[in-house]
């Protein structure tokens, strides 16, 4: 990678700290070459950086530079600054896993630096992809870029879970032996998934063509709202009484062409190999149509507030009437781990009587007669969340008396 290429990254991944509740405040780093990395001045808003905002530094200079150094697996570098992260690790100890996706993408558990030197963070990065620091917020470090945000989106949610799940109940964290097993089972299923430059093109037919093309455009819709994230999040769609299509694996959705979607056999979930690898969920997808004729679209986002739910393994009652005749309640699934066989069979359970379901520890799914009415369920519904939740509130208290 030449220095072009890493700042047009920096400034382009920069967009992906764009929360409609929550300011990011930070730098991001990558490293060009054996002898040079770059950084944008430290403090500013993440998702306003600018070329103008980057400097070339020595790898040889700063705490960056050491980092770099002594791990040669890491490329890209990412501190995030928000309010919620700063309040949390003022005084966290270790921050355990109550999403599967935490523990899939960092590990067992979120450490806690007491500082920025590169020593306190390679101790507290040690087996790990991301760590707080005190009194700061986090610090991610990937081989990619892609990876590192992400790393920062999913510690934030789980931050923000700790903080906000005690209006609810109380989040419950995972078992170590969860949290080892998912991130053995995340590092296995998603190495290099859909790597290929490119896959051919099928011979479809032009309703089909048009499917797929209202599902990308759903999709970079989604992303915009913070509904979708990088490859996160899910979306599919009945083609007919055999077969669905679905978003592949691993993928980002800003990249995702018409022939990246795949076709599956819902009956057999069988799906022909010179297409992409499907999302990992397609066999949850296809049950829930087999279970449900009536639904022919189905979402499954990643957005904050309602992982606050899936943290807490609760849901919610809808009080409009209107609504609440239309779509049920929010109903939560048993906890059961992933890509086991009981698992489609607690979401299909939680789904029996409604047609939004908070997956226990992972996240909510929305099933719909169609894409566009499962997509502003999955908006309205993630704002009815985050405004029970307190989303956009400070959450310093403040010592001042009341005026009387």
Known sequence: ????????????????????????????IIRVDNDTYLMSKPGLVLDTIKNSDIRLYDIKTGDAGKLLSSRRDINVMIFACTEPSALYSSTAKLMKPALYDLAGLVGQDVRVAEDTTSKQLLAALKNRSGCLVRGKGIFSVSDNMKDAVSIVKIIEKSIEAEMYGSKIGGIKHLTDEEAIRTNRIHNSMYSNVNSDGQVDFVNISQDEFKIRNDMIDCSHKLKYLGLFHGSWGNMSVRLNSQEML????????????????????????????????????????????????????IIRTHSHGLSVFAAAQAGFRISDPGLHAILGDVSASKHVEPHTPEFIDSVLTALENNSICVIANRGPIFCAENLDDASVMADAIEETACNMLGYGESLIKSDLPEDN
């Open 246 to 297: 679905i978003t592949p694996s691993a993928m980002e959705y800003v990249n995702i062409r018409t022939e990246d979607i795949v076709k599956v056999d819902i009956n057999t979930l069988e799906y022909e190999h010179i297409q992409r690898v499907p999302s990992s969920e397609f066999d949850l997808h296809a049950a829930i149509y087999r279970a449900h004729p009536e639904w022919n679209a």
């Open 1 to 28: 990678m030449n220095e072009i290429q890493a700042r047009e990254l920096i400034v382009k991944y920069s967009s992906d700290f764009t929360d409609r509740y929550t300011k990011g405040y930070g730098s991001i």
